[in-house]
């Protein structure tokens, strides 16, 4: 079999099928055995949200992890309280340092959100129906203008 013109993707696939189909071949198998009638267990569904910015993301990721850290270490300080060691004090200093640094973290996400959308702005198509009156109100200038190119002594009257 020759791969000329095929990427490599396109060459393992490509590969793939023909192994499968030799296979196939050899127990006496046909496509037809495959085709059990039943639903795939995997579908494919396109996303209900658009994938966050990559500043907002890194953000996001980065307060995660902070988060996730500053619970641990207030779980530790909590076990360390309970079981009388000298270690629970630093460790509930660190908790309430590493608490407002989480804060601040949460805080970046957030800000750095909007700082984005401000940047960037939302990329939004309009609904058919505001389009369909911002054509209206364009309509209206327009014959308005021309109405007075033609006849300036009726936008007078039409204005008292």
């Known amino acids: 079999m020759r791969h000329q013109g095929l990427v490599p993707g396109e060459i393992r696939a490509a590969t ?7 296979v196939r071949a050899e127990c006496g198998e046909s496509d037809a055995f495959m085709d059990t009638g039943r639903a795939p ?17 890194t953000a996001a990721v980065r307060a995660v992890i902070i988060v996730a850290l500053t619970l641990i270490q207030a779980m530790v300080a909590f076990l360390c ?32 959100r909007q700082v984005w959308v401000q940047r960037n702005g939302v990329r939004s198509q309009p609904s058919s129906t505001a389009r369909e009156l911002r054509r209206e109100r364009r309509r209206a ?7 007075s190119r033609e006849d300036p002594s009726r936008i007078d009257r039409a204005a008292a």
């Not at 267990?41 to 993301?57: F, S, Y």
């Not at 200038?141 to 109405?147: E, G, H, I, K, T």
Request: glycine share 4%; charged share 25%.
């Open 16 to 22: 793939e099928e023909s192994d499968t189909r030799g």
């Open 141 to 147: 200038r327009r014959r308005q203008r021309r109405a």
């Open 41 to 57: 267990l995997w579908q494919e569904e396109p996303a209900v949200r658009r994938r966050m910015a990559d500043p907002v993301r």
């Open 81 to 112: 309280t309970l079981a009388g060691s000298w270690f629970a004090f630093p460790a509930v200093l660190g908790t309430v340092a590493s608490t407002v640094v989480a804060t601040w973290a949460v805080l970046d996400v957030w800000v750095t």
